[in-house]
Nanobody, 116 residues
Framework: QVQLVESGGGLVQPGGSLRLSCAAS????????MGWYRQAPGKQRELVAT???????NYADSVKGRFTISRDNAKNTVYLQMNSLKPEDTAVYYC??????????WGQGTQVTVSS
């Protein structure tokens, strides 16, 4: 059974930092492209960042220079370091594991709220 379990969300003030973690089980983690997506109220889910099995990264323009995605294959975990957070970063953040259809899985999401 595949599980992606996110953690690390919460309430933070503008300009603050958070680190999200996603622990995967039930998949050959090192072969998967891992990603973080987010969905704000009333908006579509959008890509935040991805990291391939070769550790090549890709970021949404809105988070470039502020967020960093990384992975630890020994721990089957992907991270998202979020710095200089803005109110518009408020959303539910979802972890994704992708090796091409039908091998695509989602976590349950973790809430990130940026507010003073």
């Amino acid at each position: 059974q595949v599980q992606l379990v996110e953690s690390g969300g919460g309430l933070v003030q503008p300009g603050g930092s958070l680190r999200l973690s996603c622990a995967a089980s039930g998949i050959s983690f090192s072969f998967y492209t891992m990603g973080w997506y987010r969905q704000a109220p009333g908006k579509q889910r959008e890509l935040v960042a991805t990291i391939t099995s070769a550790s090549s990264t890709n970021y949404a323009d809105s988070v470039k220079g502020r967020f960093t995605i990384s992975r630890d294959n020994a721990k089957n975990t992907v991270y998202l370091q979020m710095n200089s957070l803005k109110p518009e970063d408020t959303a539910v953040y979802y972890c994704n594991a992708d090796r091409g259809p039908p091998l695509r899985y989602w976590g349950q999401g973790t809430q990130v709220t940026v507010s003073s």
